[in-house]
């Protein structure tokens, strides 16, 4: 029997969610007696023993903020030598992605991925280092990757990269039912009838603070509404604290991280999703699947939209009356359903299977 081709891969947490989903839809895909995945991260999450279970490694190293950039080079190239050989490392931080690219190139490691998912840089402190880390990055680089045209073009410019599509397991969310949308109103004893979902990292660029100003918005309009805020972040306290001040608790559910998305998705009648910017977001293809309407920034890459007609591109600037009244409107939206819904989607390119064979092709690996 073969040693698996080992494949390390650069992600900020194994919590739900973002990249760290976009990378388990496809190692949950993968043969592993052929090839194995290994992960740095930030952050621990449940997503940690699913990993392990499937043979792959963790390597918990601090952020590059509180380590500083020689530290963190020193630290990714140890894992690399120690832990390899490592056919290829794929580094999913964007134009964060210089650092650990280096390391592996002092590491030898020949195939070396820098992955953009967003369209713009994530706090403004960082434009005024941009030009430094983009280079750092494509020149450690020997593939450059996107989401999507947006997001490749923020970070590569003119210069050629491959896009490699968010895919999902179009099934999770397509064989749910009505009757399990009310077992899981119940599990979260939701009795309103307008449930609105919210799936991202509690960050600046996800915009929660404005989700709260449309709930006192929809409060002028209709008492029968439930938010359903999922995921983690360092804005969350924050964020629970603003739910509180204004007197919206009882129109919230925090749920924190989850495992059952597609269950979730599957009770929404409607998700906002008022980002400052992203590029093609897990979460707008898992509702799309999910045949559940979305009110969109209109910051928000537009090759996201599957065309299926269930998703409304909206400016932050037209204010949380605007969105509120959208999203009422969007929760009545007549639904093509979820056959037409996963047909769409695969259409743009989100399948699995297509994106393995891909990846494999950027690994320059037999599979």
């Known amino acids: 029997m073969r040693t698996p081709t080992k494949i390390l ?7 739900y969610g973002g990249i760290s989903s976009m990378v388990m839809n496809l190692y949950r895909k993968v043969d592993t007696n052929k090839v194995q995945f290994d992960f740095i991260t930030f952050n621990d999450g449940p997503l940690k023993e699913e990993i392990l279970n499937k043979g792959g490694k963790i390597f918990k ?6 380590d500083g950039p020689f530290t963190h080079v020193n630290r990714v190239f140890k894992v690399c030598k120690e832990n390899g050989p490592y056919k290829a490392i794929h580094v999913h931080h964007g134009y964060k992605s210089g650092f650990s690219l280096f390391a592996a190139r002092l ?3 020949k195939q070396r991925i820098c992955h953009i998912h967003t369209s713009d840089v994530e706090q403004k402190w960082q434009r005024k280092y941009l030009v430094f880390l983009k280079n750092l990055s494509i020149i450690n680089a020997t593939k450059l990757v996107a989401c999507g045209d947006d997001a490749g073009s923020f ?3 003119n210069r050629s990269y491959e896009i490699l599509t968010n895919a999902i397991d179009i099934e999770k969310y397509t064989n749910l039912s009505q009757y399990d949308s009310i077992n899981y109103k119940r599990l ?4 309103s009838d307008l449930v609105i979902g919210h799936v991202g990292r509690f960050s600046e660029v996800k915009n929660h ?3 709260i100003e449309v709930a006192e918005s929809l409060c002028r309009i209709t008492d029968n509404f439930k938010i359903v805020l999922v ?3 360092p804005l969350k306290r924050e964020i629970e604290g603003k739910i509180k001040e204004r007197g919206l608790s009882d129109k919230f559910v925090l749920t924190g991280l989850r495992s059952d998305i597609p269950e979730l998705m599957n009770m929404f009648n409607v998700l906002i999703f008022p980002s400052h910017f992203e590029g093609v977001p897990v979460s707008l293809l898992e509702a799309q699947v999910s045949d559940v309407p979305c009110v969109v920034s209109s910051g928000i890459s537009k090759e996201t939209d599957i065309n299926n007609g269930s998703i409304t591109f909206l400016d932050l600037s037209k204010g949380p009356d605007t969105w509120a009244d959208c999203l009422i409107k969007m929760s009545k939206h007549q639904k093509e359903g979820k056959p037409k819904a996963a047909e769409a989607l695969s259409a743009k390119g989100y399948s699995l299977k297509d994106n393995i064979t891909r990846l494999m092709k950027m690994y320059d690996v037999k599979y």
């Open 155 to 157: 970070l590569f410019g």
């Open 9 to 15: 891969h650069v992600i900020p947490t194994t919590s």
């Open 188 to 191: 979260f004893q939701i009795n």
């Open 107 to 109: 590491a030898g490691i």
């Open 231 to 233: 995921g983690d972040g």
């Open 209 to 211: 603070s404005f989700i």
């Open 61 to 66: 190293i601090p952020y590059i903020k509180s």
